[in-house]
């Protein structure tokens, strides 16, 4: 059963075209979603948190928005150093499996000069 | 702060060979994850340890992984004995707590079974 589904795949932006990605969820009781960015050869890297619907956060050219069903991670105006896979993650409690942080297969963003 | 740190960073076996990995998570972080990675998908979380104890375990195949976190600080991922399907990155994270805080990763180990 999939929790969570990001799109599109694959994204090819030229440098200052803003797009957006999307991450949709089905878990309940959600405790979290988190937004990564992952560099080839390297481990994931924090970018974002977000708890309830409604809750924004920015930082430079990347801002995450919440609703109670996906969230979605908006480039505003992106370089080519933006290039990366971003992942979305979701975390909820379950008594059989705690906290677990379950990720979906990351949308794989190219910025062309 | 230092990081997440993982060794070795890339390891090549055999198939049906074991293999080890290593993972020193950030000082004070109670919870900790190792996720494989299959190139082109997402992590997939295999265990989570909360302190020294395993918290979830439902997605290890058993028969031939195993996982430890000794003192609830270091831990170690073994695969015996490897199949061509464990080629993946094998990536180790850690947080504070187990809610209300990010996890962070480390580089991962490339394991590649021939």
């Known amino acids: 059963e999939d929790q969570v589904t990001q799109s599109p795949e694959a994204l090819r932006l030229q440098e200052g075209e803003s797009s957006s990605l999307n991450c949709s969820y089905t878990?309940?009781?959600?405790?979290?979603l988190f937004w990564y960015r992952q560099d080839p050869g390297k481990g994931p890297e924090f970018l974002f948190t977000l708890y309830s619907a409604g809750e924004e956060k920015e930082k430079e050219r990347l801002k995450a928005t919440l609703t109670k069903k996906e969230s979605f991670l908006h480039i505003t105006a992106p370089k080519p150093e933006d290039s990366a896979t971003y992942l979305c993650a979701v975390q909820a409690y379950d008594s059989n499996s705690g906290y677990a942080l379950n990720f979906g297969k990351g949308t794989s963003l190219l910025v062309t000069p | 702060e230092a990081g997440v740190a993982q060794s070795p960073r890339y390891k090549i076996i055999e198939k049906r060979q074991s293999v080890a990995f290593w993972c020193n998570p950030i000082s004070g972080h109670a919870t900790l994850y190792w996720y494989q990675q299959i190139l082109g998908q997402g992590p997939k979380l295999l265990i989570q340890f909360q302190n020294n104890g395993v918290v979830d375990d439902s997605q290890l195949p058993k028969d031939r992984f195993s996982a430890e976190r000794l003192k609830g600080v270091d831990s170690t991922l073994k695969i015996q004995p490897a199949k061509l399907e464990d080629s993946a990155v094998y990536l180790c994270?850690?947080?504070?707590?187990?809610?209300?805080?990010?996890?962070?990763f480390g580089q991962g180990t490339r394991l590649t079974v021939v």
């Open positions: 994270a850690s947080r504070r707590t187990p809610e209300y805080t990010e996890a962070f």
């Open positions: 878990v309940s009781g959600l405790r979290g």
